[in-house]
């Protein structure tokens, strides 16, 4: 059996190194700065978040760098160590929606959604180098914008980084880049959590109307350790594509069934289930006044995943890690049957996780491939890593690699 791969983190001044090297190396000068953007995962509040939900991410130690220098004409250049020689270009003139494509769209997409706004922001040349796995459901796509957006910031003085609500105009600007200019569909959980998480804390994200940036986001203690416990992310390296209208197709269903609810998302009716004293009839009582049942699936698993967000962080705060994982669990089981977003690869890699001793695991992100994360105990991730890319080798998947995780820093300036 081959030895299950582990992606380890670069630490920023190895991130910087690099990036630096591959901006020097591809446009001959030094650059303004360095920055860093993190990846995340989600511990709990899946496909919530456009439905005016709760979720609870963390931002991993796995980031992306970004190397940039302005430049006085609206001409952009980029570059990432995945090619190097591949410098893709743009003109931030005349840009218009879904006027860039691949890769490039992510960064080009955070400027001309800036200017787009309204902000004095010209064109730039960027370097990128990045340890979060591409299509493994950690948001590399947010890591690099929101490291663009934090970059662009520091190098156009434009004074929004330095606040949590000043950030709030950087995680829009991000947003509108994945869903305007990449065409990939994203509700905002991905970038407030690379943009807003704090080291040893989840961050509980409230995605409700109106609310200011004080009112969206509770910082929340996570430190697996005083447990005992470690969190397992694997990434199955199932394929993982949210452009492919699976999400979109989500969203839609989701916002027709609050229309035909008489609310304006699924988070109003979410409130007024688990208000009740027997939130299980209540729900009952919502899903009958809707006639197709793939809508009433897609609604019980929105309306219980908002739930398990705060009995999730009820259960931690009170050292009651059996319901975490039990939490765990409900919420992967949802997504599998209610919401129908997992893939056999996720599905086999949780059956492992938990035959092998984790407390609680599930899929995280959007589905359809990606990853998983479980709840084990401490020193018990890479045995059970294994365990699932030995089952991965009998099936003839891909094989898996592991991440060591914890709750790191948000975006930051790195030199």
Same mark, same amino acid.
């Given at each position: 059996m081959t030895q299950v791969d582990i992606v380890n983190a670069m630490s920023d001044a190895e991130g910087a190194a690099k990036v630096t090297a591959l901006f020097e190396r591809t446009y001959g000068t030094k650059p =303004?700065?360095?920055w860093a953007a993190p990846g995340r995962v989600n511990l709990i509040g899946e496909h919530t978040d456009y439905n005016g939900g709760l979720c609870l991410p963390i931002a991993l130690p796995h980031r +992306?760098? %970004? =190397? #940039?220098?302005?430049? +006085? @004409?609206?001409?952009? $250049?980029?570059?990432?160590? %995945?090619?190097?020689?591949?410098?893709?270009?743009? @003109? #931030?003139?005349?840009l218009e929606a879904g006027g860039i494509d691949g890769w490039a769209a992510y960064p080009v997409g955070v400027a001309w959604a800036l200017r787009e706004a309204g902000h004095d922001v010209q064109g730039f040349d960027a370097a990128f180098s990045t340890c979060v796995p591409f299509?493994?459901? #950690?948001?590399?796509?947010?890591?690099?914008?929101?490291?663009? =957006?934090? !970059?662009? @910031?520091? !190098?156009?003085? #434009?004074?929004?980084g330095a606040?949590? =609500?000043? $950030? %709030? +105009?950087? %995680?829009?600007? !991000?947003?509108?880049?994945e869903n305007d200019m990449a065409g990939a569909s994203t509700g905002g959980l991905d970038q407030s959590a690379s943009m807003r998480c704090t080291p040893d804390h989840a961050i509980r994200l409230d995605f409700r109307p109106g609310l200011t940036a004080e009112e969206s986001a509770q910082q929340e203690a996570f430190d697996l350790s005083n447990h005992g416990l470690e969190l397992l992310v694997l990434d199955t390296r199932a394929p993982h594509q949210l452009n492919d209208g699976q999400y979109a197709q989500r969203r839609a269903t989701c916002e027709e069934a609050a229309e035909l609810l008489g609310a304006d998302n699924l988070r109003e009716v979410a409130d007024l289930v688990n208000a009740q004293a027997d939130p299980a009839t209540a729900l009952e009582g919502v899903l009958e006044r809707l006639d197709d049942d793939t809508m009433r699936k897609r609604v019980r698993h929105v309306i219980t995943e908002i739930g398990r967000v705060d009995d999730f962080i009820e259960a931690f705060a009170e050292g009651d890690m059996q319901t975490a994982g039990d939490l765990f669990n409900a919420s992967h089981d949802s997504l599998r049957d209610d919401y129908e977003v997992t893939v056999p690869e996720l599905d086999i890699a949780v059956d492992v996780a938990r035959d092998e001793g984790a407390l609680g695991a599930r899929m995280t992100g959007g589905g359809f491939g990606g990853s998983i994360i479980a709840l084990v105990n401490q020193g018990e991730s890479q045995r059970i890593a294994q365990c699932i890319a030995d089952?991965?080798?009998? $099936?003839?998947?891909? !094989?898996? $690699?592991?991440?060591?995780?914890?709750?790191?820093?948000s975006a930051h300036r790195v030199q």
């Amino acid at each position: 059996m081959t030895q299950v791969d582990i992606v380890n983190a670069m630490s920023d001044a190895e991130g910087a190194a690099k990036v630096t090297a591959l901006f020097e190396r591809t446009y001959g000068t030094k650059p =303004a700065g360095v920055w860093a953007a993190p990846g995340r995962v989600n511990l709990i509040g899946e496909h919530t978040d456009y439905n005016g939900g709760l979720c609870l991410p963390i931002a991993l130690p796995h980031r +992306t760098y %970004i =190397a #940039l220098s302005p430049r +006085t @004409d609206t001409q952009v $250049r980029v570059v990432s160590d %995945i090619n190097e020689n591949d410098v893709q270009t743009a @003109d #931030l003139n005349g840009l218009e929606a879904g006027g860039i494509d691949g890769w490039a769209a992510y960064p080009v997409g955070v400027a001309w959604a800036l200017r787009e706004a309204g902000h004095d922001v010209q064109g730039f040349d960027a370097a990128f180098s990045t340890c979060v796995p591409f299509g493994s459901g #950690l948001s590399s796509s947010a890591a690099m914008t929101c490291s663009t =957006a934090l !970059a662009l @910031d520091g !190098a156009y003085d #434009l004074g929004f980084g330095a606040t949590d =609500a000043g $950030r %709030i +105009t950087l %995680i829009n600007a !991000a947003i509108t880049s994945e869903n305007d200019m990449a065409g990939a569909s994203t509700g905002g959980l991905d970038q407030s959590a690379s943009m807003r998480c704090t080291p040893d804390h989840a961050i509980r994200l409230d995605f409700r109307p109106g609310l200011t940036a004080e009112e969206s986001a509770q910082q929340e203690a996570f430190d697996l350790s005083n447990h005992g416990l470690e969190l397992l992310v694997l990434d199955t390296r199932a394929p993982h594509q949210l452009n492919d209208g699976q999400y979109a197709q989500r969203r839609a269903t989701c916002e027709e069934a609050a229309e035909l609810l008489g609310a304006d998302n699924l988070r109003e009716v979410a409130d007024l289930v688990n208000a009740q004293a027997d939130p299980a009839t209540a729900l009952e009582g919502v899903l009958e006044r809707l006639d197709d049942d793939t809508m009433r699936k897609r609604v019980r698993h929105v309306i219980t995943e908002i739930g398990r967000v705060d009995d999730f962080i009820e259960a931690f705060a009170e050292g009651d890690m059996q319901t975490a994982g039990d939490l765990f669990n409900a919420s992967h089981d949802s997504l599998r049957d209610d919401y129908e977003v997992t893939v056999p690869e996720l599905d086999i890699a949780v059956d492992v996780a938990r035959d092998e001793g984790a407390l609680g695991a599930r899929m995280t992100g959007g589905g359809f491939g990606g990853s998983i994360i479980a709840l084990v105990n401490q020193g018990e991730s890479q045995r059970i890593a294994q365990c699932i890319a030995d089952e991965f080798e009998r $099936r003839g998947f891909n !094989a898996p $690699r592991a991440l060591p995780a914890y709750a790191a820093q948000s975006a930051h300036r790195v030199q």
